[in-house]
């Protein structure tokens, strides 16, 4: 049976003190909606000294960077992704995606505090984003993200259940994609809800128990941020573009002397 590389890059990040906090599908398994995913999800802290360390962790997994930009502060800050494949025996190539700046998601030292600490066996302590942050940073104009979204919030509910606070209640009321958990939710929580539906038509339509209502709320929900996440990333594509059109002519010109 093969292991999973995934502790093993976990635990290297521990060991070399890189700042930075699990995300993407793995941190969905960690929070109960199991998602199948052949990489590894971080956003990073921007700094010197962070910055370091992790390409310090990157070498001890001889992880070698892939598609482009390279890895630098100014990219990290600027919104763009990093990718790395691991190379190392016994890491089956495991990519890794490094990000600093999300649309829709709180800068780092916010998601930072927000974070949530979970002890794993034989890697100890790790830094996973919030539940809710993750959330924001799913929304993107990928298919598989809104069924992950969905799950994330069911297995919470069931997860905390009765436990849950005002503002965990308040989080599901404005997440929750289920129409029946939303139904629910409304009914067991009028007040927060009349709240809540004053800026959610979705809730509205769930104090009403209309459900075609509510499933046309919720495609509204991701046509829209569908819609951001295109305007978002349009001009960070045209400057990747233009990066490696620079990178292309220099290279042609270092070649004809």
């Known amino acids: 049976m093969t292991l999973s590389p995934i502790p093993r890059v976990l635990s290297t990040f521990r060991k070399r003190g890189v700042k930075t906090l699990l995300m993407g599908g793995q941190a969905c398994i960690l929070y109960g909606a199991a998602e199948f995913s052949r990489d590894i999800d971080f956003a990073v802290a921007v700094s010197g000294a962070n910055l370091q360390k992790l390409r310090a962790a990157l070498r001890d997994l001889e992880a070698e960077s892939v598609l482009f930009p390279s890895l630098s502060e100014r990219v990290l800050r600027r919104g763009h992704a990093c990718h790395f494949r691991c190379l190392a025996p016994g890491l089956n190539r495991l990519r890794i995606d490094l990000m600093s700046r999300m649309r829709g998601v709180a800068p780092f030292h916010r998601l930072w505090r927000r974070r949530e ?30 069924p992950m979204i969905r799950r994330l919030l069911e297995a919470d509910i069931v997860r905390v259940g009765e436990r849950a606070t005002s503002d965990r209640i308040r989080f599901w009321l ?12 409304v009914r067991e929580n009028p007040r927060a809800a009349k709240i809540v539906a004053k800026k959610r038509p979705a809730v509205r339509a769930a104090l009403e128990n209309r459900t075609s209502r509510i499933e046309r709320a919720l495609d509204s929900e991701v046509n829209r941020e569908r819609r951001k996440d295109r305007i978002y990333w349009k001009p960070l ?20 002397r």
């Open 237 to 256: 594509m045209r400057e990747i573009e233009r990066w490696r059109l620079g990178r292309k002519r220099l290279n042609d010109e270092m070649s004809e």
């Open 174 to 185: 404005e997440e929750c994609r289920t129409p029946a958990l939303l139904v629910e939710l």
């Open 117 to 146: 600490e979970l002890a794993l066996p034989r890697i100890g302590r790790v830094a996973v984003m919030a539940l809710p942050d993750l959330v924001h940073a799913k929304k993107t104009q990928r298919d598989k993200d809104w």
